[in-house]
């Protein structure tokens, strides 16, 4: 009994400081100004691209044209790559404690989130320019 005890003791021993030692080597990162600087712009950019693309779609509504399902789907995307830092910059934004779990899950998608909302740009680029049937062949390349 006292073995398994010791072992118990041993093991939370062994996790708590593989755990402190995690932390150790990401808060610093995340609490270094210049992440922080770099979330607020890609938290701006991607909300600047957002509503550019919701634009597109009432546009492409209004206009009855064909691209409107493909502009949903990215859409879609762009809010599922993104989902970390636009829970933290609504939190930040209420005045709401963003947790250590949240930071550590912006720091890590941040740069996917960043370069879908390029990609969403491109695609409303494509989109405004090119007819709808130009942007549908290229659009359904990109997601084969």
Not at 34 to 46: H, L, M
Not at 120 to 134: D, F, G, K, Q
Request: proline share 1%; net charge negative; aromatic share 6%.
């Amino acid at each position: 009994m006292k073995k398994r005890i010791l072992a118990g003791v041993v093991g939370l021993a062994v996790v708590g400081t593989t755990i402190s030692g995690a932390n150790s080597l990401v808060w610093p990162m995340l609490i270094d100004g210049k992440i922080e600087d770099r979330v607020a712009t890609v938290f701006t950019y991607q909300n600047q691209v957002s509503a550019a693309l919701a634009q597109s779609i009432v546009e492409a509504e209004a206009a009855d044209v064909s691209i409107v399902d493909a502009l949903y789907v990215i859409e879609e995307q762009l809010n599922e790559a993104c989902a970390p830092v636009q829970e933290a910059g609504r939190r930040h934004i209420d005045g709401e404690a963003i947790t250590g779990l949240l930071q550590i899950a912006v720091f890590n998608t941040m740069e996917d989130c960043e370069a879908k909302t390029d990609e969403v740009a491109y695609y409303i680029r494509l989109a405004r320019a090119n007819s709808s049937e130009t942007f549908g062949r290229i659009f359904d390349a990109a997601l084969d």
